[in-house]
């Protein structure tokens, strides 16, 4: 099992920053893969970025590329998420995820652990 715990969400406003962090533990391994989602009310669960455990590969969400970041610390257990030039539309309950595998997914059933979520509200 993996438990994964995110903070760092808030109320900001448009043009403003925030840092996701979401630190992993259990039996993590090098060989998996993780996630950012977000969903907004009465919303799907849609992707926002991925990183490989060892940081060598990322993808992001077109409607995000340009603003955030993904990257992770030396250990790989924690995954941050920087988010710059926010909009009213990033806000969202934002969760991370591990994937038990290598490969970037983009879909939320391409994941195996999930997080409690963190609240992001941007004002405009």
Known sequence: ????VESGGGLVQAG???RLSCA???RTSSSYSRGWFRQAPWEDRDFVAAITWGGGSTTY???VKGRF???RDNAGN???LQMN???PEDTAVYYCAVRRAYGLGKRP???DYWGQGTQVTVSS
């Open 24 to 26: 992993a533990s259990g």
């Open 85 to 87: 030039s926010l909009k």
């Open 61 to 63: 969400a077109d409607s």
């Open 109 to 111: 059933y391409n994941y």
């Open 1 to 4: 099992q993996v438990q994964l």
């Open 78 to 80: 924690t995954v941050y």
């Open 69 to 71: 970041t993904i990257s």
């Open 16 to 18: 403003g920053s925030l």
